[in-house]
């Protein structure tokens, strides 16, 4: 893990240095060396924060689209920082030149790094073990996102020590999808005496362990969870942030905003804003608002339902609006009134929230902050991600939230919108169909 990090911030560090030395070659001595350094931190900082370095899920395409997002965004920050003065700025032409110099020089840079990450990190050879639905569900996923680590080997259903014991030798680290019983601890000493990796499903009790924090009393350690409940602090800090990130995106989209609504218009018979009541912190009610991308009065006859990917209530405009999620945009207006914040969970109808405390005792939890225009579960999970699989993500960011975390979503969350292929997340050319352990042997995975 310790080499990865190290790789991560050498990549990050020569990804700068080629970004300034490229702005130095096109614009001579228009700028000091210090703004040189300058610019080079201010791309290091963004491709941090978008996630550029993290290269396990990521092929060559994805992360040119990724890189290139990031160089966009950094031209947009220089333009602001420009505009108040706090940075010079070459002529248009020699910017942009500098521009395609450094985003060029970058994807090659790119090329050769992932092809040194996959020879040093890749092609580890990984066995699922849990129950059958569990296994086949976790195996997909590997086979459908990108993932540059591992390569399914072996799946495992039954007599999981055994097996583990059988093919020890054949497999360097097994994932725990699910449940073992009493073989966990035996599998946990063979792959601690062997080296082998140890990689676990997180569920509710086992994420409670990724923010813990470790107190020794003597002989006794204790392992402390953190609860989830933002303190005074992180709840002033994160308002600031939503009023200050909200009015900056209001200045800069209205134009937008004009030209949808004028759209929505000549589109479809209807209004152009779309009130609903959703649920936010601590289960208030509140009317979320949002530009109409489906057809006038769509829930009429069918009463509350979920929309889905291929909706047909949605508008050929709205189609285009959700895609880009400029039908969003709007919920600016409830984020300065305090109704929502730019990052937390997605707000949810009064009467799917009922259904949901129902199917977990652990719902109720995500209210303690109030509802997002982005989140996690929107940035890191997909269109058609279960149920539980969101909620996992949402109470992980309660968990893990941070001012930096914060800045770091809106960041990725850029980065999607800009990037169609890294929202999607997924290999179109992959089997979507294995539902069953036995159609994972086609794959030459060994199946027990």
């Known amino acids: 893990m310790e080499y990865r990090r190290l ?16 702005f130095a070659i096109v614009c001579d001595k228009s700028l000091s060396t210090l703004q040189y350094a300058y610019i080079g931190g201010i791309q290091a900082l963004v491709a941090l924060m978008a996630g550029n370095h993290h290269f396990y899920n990521k092929s060559y395409k994805t992360l040119t689209y990724v890189t290139s997002s990031v160089q966009l965004i950094v031209f947009v920050i220089l333009t602001i920082l420009a505009a108040f003065h706090l940075i010079r700025y070459p002529d248009w032409p020699t910017l942009l030149l ?5 985003t060029s020089c970058t994807h090659l840079y790119n090329y050769l790094a992932l092809y040194v990450y996959r020879k040093i990190f890749g092609g580890k050879r990984l066995c699922v073990i849990g129950h059958e639905d569990e296994v ?8 459908k996102f990108e993932n540059m680590i ?8 039954t007599d999981f020590a055994t097996n583990v014991s059988n093919y020890l030798d054949d497999i360097d680290a097994v994932y725990f999808a699910g449940e073992v019983g009493r073989d966990r601890e035996v599998i946990y000493t063979m792959l601690i005496r062997e080296n082998k990796g140890i990689y676990n499903a997180v569920y509710f009790r086992s994420g409670l362990e990724i923010q813990s924090s470790i107190y020794q009393f003597g002989d006794d350690i204790f392992l402390g969870f953190k609860t989830f409940q933002l303190t005074k602090v992180e709840r002033f800090f994160k308002r600031m942030f939503d009023i200050l990130i909200s009015l900056v995106l209001l200045m800069l989209t209205w134009p937008i ?6 759209a929505i218009k000549l589109d479809s018979k209807g209004p152009v804003f779309y009130t609903q009541q959703r649920v936010t912190m601590n289960g208030r009610l509140f009317q979320v608002l949002k530009f109409r991308s489906m057809v006038n009065n769509a829930e009429g006859q069918s009463g509350p339902v979920l929309a889905t990917s291929n909706d047909s209530r949605v508008t050929r405009l709205g189609q285009f609006l959700r895609a880009t ?3 969003e945009l709007p919920q600016l207006f409830n984020i300065l009134r305090g109704d929502m914040s730019i990052v937390g969970p997605r707000p949810e109808r009064p009467h799917f929230v009922e259904q949901y405390e129902k199917q977990s005792p652990y719902y109720h939890l995500r209210h303690r902050v109030r509802a997002g225009l982005t989140g996690y579960a929107q940035i890191y999970g997909t269109y058609n991600s279960d149920f539980n699989s969101k909620l996992k993500y949402d109470l992980l960011y309660i968990q893990r939230y941070s001012f930096y975390f914060d800045l770091k979503l809106v960041l990725r969350t850029l980065n999607i919108l800009l990037d169609k292929l890294s929202a999607k997340g997924v290999d179109e050319n992959t089997d979507n169909k294995i539902t069953s352990l ?11």
């Open 98 to 102: 500098a521009l395609l110099l450094a």
């Open 438 to 448: 036995k159609q994972l042997e086609a794959y030459s995975i060994v199946v027990k």
């Open 257 to 262: 905003m004009l030209l949808v609504a004028l």
């Open 136 to 143: 086949v569900k976790s195996v997909v996923n590997l086979m």
């Open 325 to 327: 999620r400029l039908d």
């Open 150 to 157: 591992f390569t399914v080997t072996h799946a495992f259903t």
């Open 7 to 22: 790789f991560h911030i050498f990549y990050l560090a020569i990804s700068a240095i080629i970004f300034s030395i490229s």
